[in-house]
C-alpha cells in the first residue's frame, strides 16, 4: 500500500500561487509540457518542467489520486507554454503554466537533424514526417501509443476530427491490436511495415506546425506505459519537422 498520503500539487514542486498550485499534478498535464518541450527543445530536458510534472504525475497516479488520462484543469485553460530567446549559442528557456512561469533555464541552441535539412524549401509535411519516423524506428513494433500518434498526425495533416477507414491511422491501430496478441517479436507488425510511403497514403497533407506536433507528441506519450515518447519514433519526427519548420520561417525574410 502506498505510503503517499496526499497527491503532490504544483505548489509542492513548482512556486506558483493560488488556486494553480492547490491542484494536483496529474498524467495528461505532464503529457502537454512533455509536447511542449519535445516540439522546442526536440527532447525532454532533465530537470526541467516536464520531468518534475511526470515524475509528481507517476507518484500521483500510482497512489491513486489521478487516472491515466486525467488533466487538471488549469492547464486546459489557461495552456501549457515554451517560449525562448536566443542569445549568442544559447537560447533562454522559460517555461509556463497559464500565466506563471515554471521553470527558466539555459539550454544550446538547436542543430538541424540531418536526415531532414535537405527537404523543400516550402517547409516538412506531416506525411514526410512519418516517413522519417519508417526509416529512423522503422523496426520497432508498432503498440498503442504509435497508433495513438499516427492517428493524431493522419486528423491533423488532413485537417478533420476523424481519421479516414482504410487510412494509415486505421492500419496503425490495427497493427497495434495485432501485435497486443501475438508474441513473437518477429512477427510483429513493424513502423516501416505501416508509414512506409505516408504521404500517399494520407487524404491530404500539410507542413507540420508546432500546434500539430504538440497533438501528435501529447498523444503518444499519454499512450505510453511510461509516459514517454519513442527516439525517432512518430511523435519525435513530427516534432523535429515543427522545429525546422519554425527555424525556416524565423530566417524568412519575407
Known amino acids: 500500500?502506498?505510503?503517499?498520503?496526499?497527491?503532490?500539487?504544483?505548489?509542492?514542486?513548482?512556486?506558483?500561487?493560488?488556486?494553480?498550485?492547490?491542484?494536483?499534478?496529474?498524467?495528461?498535464?505532464?503529457?502537454?509540457?512533455?509536447?511542449?518541450?519535445?516540439?522546442?527543445?526536440?527532447?525532454?530536458?532533465?530537470?526541467?518542467?516536464?520531468?518534475?510534472?511526470?515524475?509528481?504525475?507517476?507518484?500521483?497516479?500510482?497512489?491513486?489520486?489521478?487516472?491515466?488520462?486525467?488533466?487538471?484543469?488549469?492547464?486546459?485553460?489557461?495552456d501549457v507554454a515554451i517560449s525562448e530567446t536566443?542569445?549568442?549559442?544559447?537560447?533562454?528557456?522559460?517555461?509556463?503554466?497559464?500565466?506563471?512561469?515554471?521553470?527558466?533555464?539555459?539550454a544550446a541552441a538547436p542543430l538541424a537533424p540531418p536526415s531532414m535539412a535537405e527537404e523543400g524549401a516550402d517547409g516538412i509535411t506531416i506525411g514526410e514526417a512519418l516517413e522519417a519516423a519508417a526509416l529512423a524506428a522503422g523496426r520497432k513494433p508498432v503498440d498503442r501509443s504509435d497508433a495513438a500518434a499516427v492517428q493524431a498526425a493522419e486528423i491533423r495533416a488532413a485537417e478533420r476530427t476523424t481519421t479516414a477507414p482504410g487510412g494509415v491511422g486505421a492500419a496503425a491501430q490495427s497493427a497495434a491490436t495485432l501485435n497486443a496478441r501475438t508474441s513473437g517479436s518477429e512477427d510483429k507488425i513493424k513502423l516501416a511495415d505501416v508509414l512506409t510511403d505516408a504521404s500517399e497514403k494520407l487524404p491530404r497533407d500539410k507542413v507540420a506546425t508546432k500546434r500539430d506536433a504538440e497533438g501528435v507528441v501529447g498523444a503518444e506519450v499519454r499512450n505510453d506505459p511510461k509516459m514517454t515518447s519513442y527516439p525517432g519514433g512518430v511523435a519525435a519526427s513530427v516534432a523535429a519537422a515543427a522545429r525546422l519548420n519554425l527555424l525556416d520561417n524565423s530566417r524568412d525574410p519575407d
Open 1 to 78: 500500500m502506498s505510503q503517499q498520503q496526499q497527491p503532490i500539487r504544483y505548489a509542492d514542486v513548482f512556486n506558483v500561487q493560488g488556486d494553480q498550485g492547490a491542484k494536483p499534478v496529474a498524467p495528461a498535464d505532464a503529457a502537454m509540457m512533455q509536447a511542449a518541450e519535445t516540439v522546442v527543445l526536440g527532447k525532454t530536458e532533465k530537470g526541467a518542467g516536464a520531468s518534475t510534472m511526470l515524475s509528481a504525475a507517476a507518484k500521483n497516479e500510482r497512489a491513486g489520486f489521478v487516472g491515466h488520462d486525467q488533466g487538471s484543469d488549469i492547464p486546459g485553460d489557461h
Open 86 to 106: 536566443h542569445v549568442p549559442g544559447r537560447r533562454i528557456i522559460t517555461e509556463s503554466i497559464g500565466d506563471q512561469v515554471v521553470e527558466k533555464y539555459s
